[in-house]
Nanobody, 125 residues
Framework: QLQLVESGGGSVQPGGSLRLACVGSGSGLEYYTIGWFRQAPGKEREGLSCISMSGVTNYADSVKDRFTISREKSAKNTVYLQMTNLKPEDTARYYC??????????????????WGQGTQVTVSS
């Protein structure tokens, strides 16, 4: 059974950067499409980015050119979300999720069967 744990959240000023990590146990993440999502209080969950088993990435318009998803090359159980130029509206709880599908492309719109517990990101001056 795959388990996911996110880390790297915290408080940062506008314009700052954070790198979130999603670590899998029970199975290597290279066998899964991985997505990053966030949810702010009172708002619906938002899909941010995904990376397919082939390494193809996809981004929501709200984070394109600011966020980068990647797989750790040496440790196949880790996927990162590098976040730069953070804005107050990026404040949310961030989750990674996994789905065992080998499509060349990925989408955050599909059902992801495995979820982590999330990590809080707060952007404030």
């Amino acid at each position: 059974q795959l388990q996911l744990v996110e880390s790297g959240g915290g408080s940062v000023q506008p314009g700052g950067s954070l790198r979130l990590a999603c670590v899998g146990s029970g199975s290597g993440l290279e066998y899964y499409t991985i997505g990053w999502f966030r949810q702010a209080p009172g708002k619906e969950r938002e899909g941010l980015s995904c990376i397919s088993m082939s390494g193809v990435t996809n981004y929501a318009d709200s984070v394109k050119d600011r966020f980068t998803i990647s797989r750790e090359k040496s440790a196949k159980n880790t996927v990162y979300l590098q976040m730069t130029n953070l804005k107050p509206e990026d404040t949310a709880r961030y989750y990674c999720a996994a789905v065992a599908i080998g499509d060349y492309y990925c989408s955050v719109a599909r059902d992801y069967g495995y979820w982590g517990q999330g990590t809080q990101v707060t952007v404030s001056s």
